[in-house]
Every structure is written in C-alpha cells, then in structure tokens.
C-alpha cells in the first residue's frame, strides 16, 4: 500500500478514484475547472492531466510514420498537430492544482518527457502517471523514479517482460511506491478485450498494487476490475459527449461516473471477508426442523410422514435426528405443531 496526498492506496481500503480531464476542455480553462468541480461531485478522488506539447512527445513530420492511419482520430493530421490540438496548457495545471486542492482533490498528472517531469516537480504533485505508451521509455521512467514519488503506471500493450523491465528500472533508480494500471490501448476499448482478470495477477507477480486504467464505454468493466482486486480506477471525465473531441466517446459523464463509483463502493461492501455460519438479520427460523404433525398419546410411534417430518420453521431438532427417532415412543402426550425435542422421545 502507499498514499497519494492523504489518502491510502491498497488492499482492504476504498478504490482511489481518478478522473482524466484529457482534451475534454476543448481548449477553454474555465471548462476545465468546470470539470474539476463536477468530478468532485461525482465521488473522484483525484484529477489527472497530460503535461505535453507536440514538440515534447513527437516530431513535426507529415511522413506517413506520423499519421495514425486506421484510427478514431483525425488522419488528416499528422502526430504533432493532433497533439497541439489536443494538448492541456502548461500553465493551466497551476489552476487546476489550486482548485482541486480547495475542492479536497488530489492533482497529478501524466509526463511524457523530462521537461514535463521538471514542471511538475515545480508544481508540486504529490505523484506522477506513467501512460501505457511510455512504459517503454526508460530514460522517462529513470527520470520520475528519481522524484521518489509515488507512480501510477499503465501497462497497455506491454508484454510481461516489458512490465518487468519498467519495474525493475523504476525500483533501480529510486521508485518506492509503483502501482500498474491494466490498460487496452484502444479507444474505445472493447469489452472482450479487457480481460481484467489480469489485474489480480499483476498484484500477485509484482507484489504491487493493481488497478486499472479503462477506455470501454460505460461502468461494467470498472465495476468487474474491482470485484477481482483493482484498487485504483481511472476514467476519462467529460461533461457532455455530444460536445464532441478526441476523447469524447470513451469518457464518462458526471452521472455516469457517480453511478460507477456507488457501484463499486456496494462491490466493496459486498466483498467483505471469508465469512461462513450465517449473519446478523439472516431469518434463522426458516431452515428447517423435527415437528409432531398430529397428536399424539403417551407410548405412540413415531413414524415418519405420518406423525413426524422434517419441516419450517427451526425450532426443533435438528433433521439429522430423524431416522434415530423414527421407531422410538412419544414420552408423553404431544399436539400437533409441537417442535421436536429428545424430552418428548422415549426408548
């Protein structure tokens, strides 16, 4: 387990809540702080932005290298217009750090490179995101570690090798606390391929904390990540999808996002602890028991069926004992309806 600001991350503590504003601003600072608000609402623990340009985290080409061909996005342009276009100012984060911190949030946000990294240690977040793409690129994941912050890091196509690698070179050069993120680098993500199953097996073959880092549509994939362990979830937050962007289709809405986080917190509850023999409130009376279903004289038979069964409610003997009783003597007279007890049997 660690701590992000004030609040613990790990096994038999609440799934930490991570809402990414992305692009959803669509260029306007007001509408960011907007979406800080409304997460809030919705039950986030946590706002989480992406510190690059196009000149840090790609190259200004139009080579068809630098185009995403076969995608959702725009292939009219090439890597580094798509992401000036979609880029979050630099100098907003110092606004949406203060807001969240009034709200009670905590601020972090994805780095893409080493200038990144430097403005946020500026900044002062508190932890860094490691986006699925970037766990290949170990000058940046060297660069974070030694901030000795606590690093939340999305796995996405990354082999087991290449996880290990991150991990290792994380741990060598200072990291303490790392958490991994099962993440399906497309977006939207299908359901069938998220296989969350395999947040339970990140945890136990890094002995980490696991969560995960969805792009599905709707709650179902987050709900069923933490019912197998993930103790963090993060999910694109936008106001409207009609409002269109990049990242519009597999973002959540305010309602939704509440809705999954309610949800997960039943999940939570309902998952408890190995528990047999029953619970407080649990109607005990209706299991069943020994009755006398017809008077009976002093030295009648007890004969099954006729004269005693095995029936609701709980009150009498326990069912084990009917074939022992069977044959026996009633000890005294006995009304039908009357709960089975050995003070009523005779040999």
């Given at each position: 387990?660690?701590?992000?600001g004030?609040?613990?991350?790990?096994?038999?503590?609440?799934?930490?809540?991570?809402a990414?504003?992305?692009c959803?601003?669509?260029?306007?600072?007001?509408?960011?702080?907007?979406?800080?608000?409304?997460?809030?609402?919705?039950?986030?623990?946590?706002?989480?932005?992406?510190?690059?340009?196009?000149?840090?985290?790609?190259?200004?080409?139009?080579?068809?290298?630098?185009r995403l061909?076969?995608?959702?996005?725009?292939e009219?342009?090439?890597?580094?217009?798509l992401?000036?276009?979609?880029?979050?100012?630099?100098?907003?984060?110092?606004?949406?750090?203060?807001?969240c911190?009034?709200?009670?949030?905590?601020?972090?946000?994805?780095?893409?490179?080493?200038t990144?990294v430097?403005?946020?240690?500026?900044?002062g977040?508190?932890a860094?995101?490691?986006?699925?793409?970037?766990?290949v690129?170990?000058?940046?994941?060297?660069?974070?570690a030694?901030?000795k912050?606590?690093?939340?890091?999305?796995t996405?196509?990354?082999?087991?090798?290449?996880?290990?690698e991150?991990?290792?070179t994380?741990?060598e050069?200072?990291?303490?606390y790392i958490?991994?993120?099962?993440?399906?680098?497309?977006?939207?993500a299908?359901?069938?391929?998220?296989?969350v199953?395999?947040?339970?097996?990140?945890?136990?073959?890094?002995?980490?904390?696991s969560?995960?880092?969805?792009?599905?549509?709707?709650?179902?994939?987050?709900a069923?990540?933490?019912?197998?362990?993930a103790?963090i979830?993060?999910?694109?937050?936008?106001?409207?999808?009609?409002?269109?962007?990049?990242?519009?289709?597999?973002?959540?809405?305010?309602?939704?996002?509440?809705?999954?986080?309610?949800?997960?917190?039943?999940?939570?509850?309902?998952?408890?602890?190995?528990?047999?023999?029953?619970?407080?409130?649990?109607?005990?009376?209706?299991?069943?028991?020994?009755?006398?279903i017809?008077?009976?004289?002093?030295?009648?038979?007890?004969?099954?069926?006729?004269?005693?069964?095995?029936?609701?409610?709980?009150?009498?003997?326990?069912?084990?004992?009917?074939?022992?009783?069977?044959?026996?003597?009633?000890?005294?007279?006995?009304?039908?309806?009357?709960?089975l007890n050995?003070?009523?049997?005779?040999?």
């Amino acid at each position: 387990m660690f701590k992000i600001g004030n609040r613990i991350i790990g096994e038999g503590y609440p799934t930490y809540f991570i809402a990414e504003l992305s692009c959803n601003h669509h260029g306007d600072i007001n509408k960011a702080l907007e979406l800080v608000r409304l997460a809030k609402e919705a039950g986030a623990d946590a706002i989480k932005t992406q510190t690059y340009t196009g000149d840090t985290i790609t190259f200004k080409s139009n080579k068809e290298c630098f185009r995403l061909k076969g995608t959702k996005w725009d292939e009219k342009k090439n890597l580094w217009e798509l992401f000036n276009s979609a880029f979050t100012p630099w100098e907003w984060n110092d606004k949406i750090k203060l807001e969240c911190e009034k709200l009670g949030l905590d601020f972090f946000s994805s780095v893409f490179d080493e200038t990144s990294v430097d403005y946020c240690e500026n900044l002062g977040v508190p932890a860094y995101k490691i986006a699925s793409m970037e766990i290949v690129d170990i000058p940046l994941l060297k660069k974070v570690a030694k901030t000795k912050k606590p690093i939340v890091v999305s796995t996405g196509m990354a082999s087991l090798a290449e996880i290990e690698e991150a991990v290792n070179t994380l741990k060598e050069n200072g990291a303490e606390y790392i958490s991994l993120l099962k993440c399906t680098s497309s977006y939207p993500a299908k359901p069938e391929d998220a296989n969350v199953i395999t947040i339970k097996n990140l945890a136990e073959t890094f002995n980490l904390v696991s969560g995960l880092s969805d792009h599905t549509l709707g709650i179902g994939v987050p709900a069923a990540a933490c019912s197998l362990g993930a103790r963090i979830v993060e999910k694109h937050f936008i106001k409207n999808r009609e409002e269109g962007g990049p990242d519009s289709s597999f973002s959540l809405e305010p309602s939704e996002f509440k809705e999954m986080v309610n949800v997960v917190r039943v999940i939570e509850k309902a998952i408890g602890t190995v528990k047999y023999g029953g619970v407080k409130g649990e109607v005990r009376i209706m299991r069943r028991s020994l009755f006398v279903i017809k008077n009976m004289k002093k030295g009648d038979t007890f004969i099954e069926g006729e004269n005693v069964r095995s029936i609701r409610p709980g009150n009498g003997l326990h069912t084990r004992y009917l074939e022992e009783v069977v044959g026996k003597k009633a000890s005294t007279d006995i009304e039908e309806g009357t709960p089975l007890n050995w003070d009523l049997v005779s040999n």
